[in-house]
């Protein structure tokens, strides 16, 4: 029997909200599983960028009560509605399993899933995991991995790589670095995020300004993007606001400079971009400074502090010139890249979902 076959009657509920760096992932895994024969029914916050996302993308959307752990605390009959929201939401669809991708909006259904003993699989995009993986991975069926733990963390996984949309993975397998696309200079790609990162904005206006003979590609996001317009930045840089389809500039990079968060390195490492990672400094369990290391580490991107952003020009003067470098950067980071992310994980929780199934069925032959 086909995994078509298997999978054309399992009901999954995939919890994926908060920000981008879940939401996208859960999408990806969710337009997967939907592929091979899933029903996918896709809870989070009403009031979250993941309604709209799942809406637009055709997925059945429930929401749910969520808060942040230290204010569920604080906000104890809210929170308990949202436990409530989703032992009923089970009760009523009677899941085959639940995943997470790990945000604290999850924690609810999590909680409710192991309380009806519904199996279920978690997300994790960074070396350090976040809260609700700590607190829920020990009870989950399988842990998927972006990259390796930073620390040992006695519970199954599998490094996996975060699932990806798939029009950026055909972008990338159609793509070879360097790009080429009958320009003579060198492009810079500019990340922070789809709020941007202030201090990496306003370090790239000045060193737009200093570095004439580069082009630069500033996503600025939402936030900053009117202000930093105001600034008259230099011809030579070009701003963006923020896109769906990050894929058509990243084709266009000599080199990126980004935060360190889990989704955006994973595109950028499937492309073959040499990085200068610049962790945000106060991200939870400093686990951006972790990502950023284990790159670092295996030769595909430099870490930068913040605090040191003073020497970004110097830095990028010396590397985007440097071709058997960034060639080197590139071939390291490719061998990080999983392209196959979405389809590996997919592919493991029906496996593990369908051994579940045969042996309830076993039991019950038995009984």
């Known amino acids: 029997m086909s995994l078509q076959l298997k999978t054309a009657n399992y009901k999954l509920i995939l919890c994926a909200g908060g920000t981008g760096g879940h939401i996208f ?33 055709k997925f059945k959307f429930h929401p749910i009560n969520a808060f942040p752990l230290p204010s569920a605390i604080s906000r104890l009959p809210s ?16 899941p085959k399993g639940v995943i997470a991708t790990g945000a604290y909006v999850s924690a ?9 003993k519904v199996p279920f699989y978690l ?5 350090i995991p976040g809260r609700v993986v700590r607190l829920f991975a020990p009870y ?3 842990t998927f991995l972006t990259f390796p733990l930073q620390s040992h963390f006695p519970v199954p996984f599998t490094v996996a790589g975060t699932p990806l949309r798939k029009s950026i993975v055909q ?41 004439k003979d580069l082009r630069f590609i500033l996503l600025t996001g939402r936030r900053d993007y009117h202000a930093l317009k105001n600034l008259n930045p230099p011809s030579n840089c070009e701003l963006v606001q923020w896109t769906d389809h990050p894929e058509e500039f990243y084709i266009q990079a000599s080199l990126a400079i980004t935060r360190a968060g889990g989704l955006v390195l994973s595109e950028l490492l499937l492309f073959g971009i040499p990085l200068v990672v610049i962790p945000f400094p106060h991200a939870r369990d400093n686990h951006q400074d ?8 295996n030769g595909a991107a430099l870490r930068l502090s913040q605090a040191d952003l003073s020497r970004l020009p110097d830095i990028i003067q010396n590397l985007v010139f440097d071709t058997q470098k960034l060639l080197e950067m590139s071939k390291r980071a490719r061998t990080l890249a999983h392209p196959d992310g979405a389809h590996t994980i997919a592919q493991a929780i029906i496996a593990d979902l369908s051994r579940n199934n045969q042996k309830s069925k076993a039991v019950c032959s038995v009984g």
């Open 171 to 211: 972008k990338a397998k159609e793509f070879s670095y360097p790009p080429t696309h009958g320009r003579v200079d060198r492009t810079v790609l500019i990340l922070g995020g789809s709020q941007g990162a202030r201090p990496l904005n306003l370090a790239a206006i000045k060193m737009a300004a200093l570095l």
């Open 25 to 57: 992932p859960g999408l990806a895994l969710a337009t997967e599983l939907r592929t091979i024969g899933a029903q996918i029914i896709w809870v989070g916050r009403n009031s979250g960028l993941e309604k709209g996302i799942a809406s637009k993308n």
């Open 290 to 297: 972790a990502n950023a290391r284990y790159l670092e580490s």
């Open 79 to 94: 929170a308990l509605a949202g436990l409530l929201q989703s032992i009923a939401l089970i009760n009523r669809l009677q």
């Open 123 to 127: 997300l994790e995009q960074n070396r």
């Open 140 to 142: 989950a069926r399988q």
């Open 108 to 116: 609810p259904l999590l909680l409710a899933a192991m309380i009806k």
